[in-house]
């Protein structure tokens, strides 16, 4: 089956420092990958949506030039949380679709906590 | 009005037994319904698809009422390894597009 990784799994830092994770499709192709929020017993909420060599579409209420998202190629997107505070401390999961297909693969997540 | 929603439970239930969950969703112009499981501190994966006849994977059946807006998953033979967080989850589009995510209802199945 399709496989996402994420990387880091976990990461702590520190308050207005910047942190990058990363988000691959090991054996498919790309071209959209889905960025997620997820707090402490919410839903999962979609945070941008990312096409492989354009700009990031971020949905109403994600500031854009907080969270950087960079889909270079059709394995690997990015998301960078700038100047980190608390409050962005959550669960964050990409997720990477192939193309001519609607079903959405699921990286590991990553768990960002912010001191 | 929550765009999907899932009672949260939790649902307690007895190896063996049988179990049903709920979902609703709002928005009829919803196209593609699914059943996520989510395991404590870990990411979605599916279950399965949700059809409009009804479809059936081993001991889990989903029915999908579009009148109601109304989903259900039934889990037959409860065993330990089935507790988790049940994500009812819809999209509005067929192609690629974001998923709607309910909260989940989470399930504890005891010995």
């Known amino acids: 089956g399709a496989v996402v990784s994420q990387h880091p799994s976990r990461v702590i830092c520190k308050s207005g420092t910047s942190v990058k994770i990363e988000c691959r499709s090991l054996?498919?192709?790309?071209?959209?990958m889905f960025w997620y929020r997820q707090f402490p017993k919410q839903s999962l909420m979609l945070m941008a949506t990312?096409?492989?060599?354009?700009?990031?579409?971020?949905e109403q209420g994600v500031e854009k030039d907080k969270f950087l998202i960079n889909h270079a190629s059709l394995t690997l997107s990015t998301l960078t949380v700038t100047s980190a505070h608390p409050e962005d401390s959550s669960f964050y999961i990409c997720?990477?679709?192939?193309?001519?297909?609607?079903?959405?693969?699921f990286g590991p997540g990553t768990r960002l906590t912010v001191t | 009005r929550k765009e999907v929603e899932q009672d949260p439970g939790p649902f307690n239930v007895p190896e063996g037994a049988t179990v049903a969950f709920n979902c609703t969703y709002s928005?009829?112009?919803?196209?593609?319904f699914f059943w996520y499981r989510q395991d404590c501190r870990k990411e979605p994966k599916l279950l399965m698809s949700?059809?409009?006849s009804g479809n059936e994977d081993g001991r889990f059946t989903a029915q999908l009422n579009r009148a109601s807006q109304y989903i259900s998953l039934l889990i037959r033979d409860s065993k330990l390894s089935d507790s988790a967080t049940y994500l009812c989850?819809?999209?509005?589009?067929?192609?690629?597009?974001?998923?709607?995510f309910g909260k989940g209802t989470k399930l504890s199945v005891k010995p």
């Open positions: 928005n009829s112009a919803s196209q593609s």
């Open positions: 054996d498919f192709q790309a071209t959209t």
């Open positions: 990312s096409n492989e060599g354009s700009k990031a579409t971020y």
């Open positions: 989850v819809v999209n509005l589009i067929r192609s690629q597009g974001n998923l709607i």
């Open positions: 949700v059809y409009s």
């Open positions: 997720s990477a679709s192939p193309a001519l297909n609607y079903e959405q693969y």
